[in-house]
């Protein structure tokens, strides 16, 4: 039998096999031996035991395309930035932070603002304007109004998507607009893997369609980006690639230096200058950290 593993507590899988549901299952020792820890999001292979429950053994691990430690998850396919236009404001140098450490895993990224329903024009196409090539598909979205839902349906078909961002700008209310016709019934899943106090504390898959899912993750209120060098930043912005060879000097830090052709870009407004002020910022930041 084959799933995908939804979700891991103490030692215990849930695996979610589109004939069975919802299989509890438990790790053979040898992946414990050769140090090997499954993960949610692993494709495995798995064995039926017991009469009475319909429970298994994980016996295989299907080759992981990716794998992300914080969340710990394997096998996204892309990953869903949520902010809200409004109540509370977005902070876009989070967001930038969201989009540089998908970007390092070579992980797709969709931004999708929230609370159309009570922000302005002028507000959400300003989002839309610093975005366009920041190399991220936007999606503006209402969760209360159900507005942008079934545009952000098509976008997570057939994949494994992680959905991430802030508290407070509405994830969870979109993640219930989405699951409004789960394949596999929350009832289900509450009987299954609920635990109390562990319930919030994992990492776990829903499936909304055939072969669709969704990880709501925690809110994050700050991101270091502790495997990123100064001098490696501007390639996580897609929008600098263009200017980069109008630049005078190899190696140009788009900040000191006198001919570079993102500033000039930016005095252009073909780069938007809140993106370029995030830039800066996270490149002083990565600086002073390895001076410590």
Request: with cysteine; proline share 4%.
């Given at each position: 039998?084959?799933?995908?593993?939804?979700?891991?507590?103490?030692?215990?899988?849930?695996?979610?096999?589109?004939?069975?549901?919802?299989?509890?299952?438990?790790?053979?020792?040898?992946?414990?031996?050769?140090?090997?820890?499954?993960?949610?999001?692993?494709?495995?292979?798995?064995?039926?035991?017991?009469?009475?429950?319909?429970?298994?053994?994980?016996?295989?691990?299907?080759?992981?395309?990716?794998?992300?430690?914080?969340?710990?998850?394997?096998?996204?396919?892309?990953?869903?930035?949520?902010?809200?236009?409004?109540?509370?404001?977005?902070?876009?140098?989070?967001?930038?932070?969201?989009?540089?450490?998908m970007r390092k895993q070579k992980i797709p990224c969709i931004i999708c603002f929230n609370k159309e329903d009570i922000a302005s024009k002028d507000e959400m196409e300003s989002l839309i304007r610093i975005y366009?090539?920041?190399?991220?598909?936007?999606?503006?979205?209402?969760?209360?109004?159900?507005?942008?839902?079934?545009?952000?349906?098509?976008?997570?078909?057939?994949?494994?998507?992680?959905?991430?961002?802030?508290?407070?700008?509405?994830?969870?209310?979109?993640?219930?607009?989405?699951?409004?016709?789960?394949?596999?019934?929350?009832?289900?899943?509450?009987?299954?893997?609920?635990?109390?106090?562990?319930?919030?504390?994992?990492?776990?898959?829903?499936?909304?369609?055939?072969?669709?899912?969704?990880?709501?993750?925690?809110?994050?209120?700050?991101?270091?980006?502790?495997?990123?060098?100064?001098?490696?930043?501007?390639?996580?912005?897609?929008?600098?690639?263009?200017?980069?060879?109008?630049?005078?000097?190899?190696?140009?830090?788009?900040?000191?230096?006198?001919?570079?052709?993102?500033?000039?870009?930016?005095?252009?407004?073909?780069?938007?200058?809140?993106?370029?002020?995030?830039?800066?910022?996270?490149?002083?930041?990565?600086?002073?950290?390895?001076?410590?």
């Amino acid at each position: 039998m084959q799933g995908k593993i939804i979700k891991g507590i103490a030692g215990f899988y849930y695996v979610h096999n589109k004939e069975l549901g919802v299989v509890e299952c438990k790790a053979k020792g040898i992946f414990r031996k050769d140090g090997t820890k499954p993960l949610v999001g692993d494709d495995v292979e798995f064995d039926l035991v017991g009469s009475e429950a319909v429970t298994g053994n994980i016996i295989q691990i299907f080759p992981r395309k990716n794998e992300i430690i914080r969340p710990a998850v394997a096998n996204i396919d892309q990953a869903v930035i949520v902010f809200s236009i409004m109540k509370p404001l977005p902070n876009l140098n989070l967001l930038d932070r969201f989009l540089i450490m998908m970007r390092k895993q070579k992980i797709p990224c969709i931004i999708c603002f929230n609370k159309e329903d009570i922000a302005s024009k002028d507000e959400m196409e300003s989002l839309i304007r610093i975005y366009k090539n920041s190399g991220s598909k936007v999606l503006i979205t209402s969760a209360a109004g159900k507005k942008g839902i079934d545009q952000l349906t098509a976008e997570l078909y057939r994949k494994t998507s992680v959905l991430a961002g802030p508290s407070g700008v509405g994830k969870s209310s979109v993640i219930n607009c989405l699951q409004q016709e789960v394949c596999m019934e929350t009832g289900e899943i509450s009987a299954k893997i609920d635990r109390g106090k562990h319930t919030t504390r994992h990492s776990q898959l829903i499936a909304i369609q055939d072969e669709t899912y969704i990880m709501d993750t925690p809110g994050f209120s700050s991101l270091t980006l502790d495997e990123i060098e100064k001098d490696e930043l501007a390639q996580y912005y897609p929008e600098f690639i263009p200017f980069e060879t109008t630049c005078r000097f190899q190696g140009c830090s788009h900040i000191h230096e006198p001919v570079c052709g993102i500033k000039d870009a930016v005095n252009r407004c073909e780069i938007s200058q809140e993106r370029y002020d995030n830039y800066k910022q996270l490149y002083q930041e990565l600086g002073e950290k390895r001076r410590y």
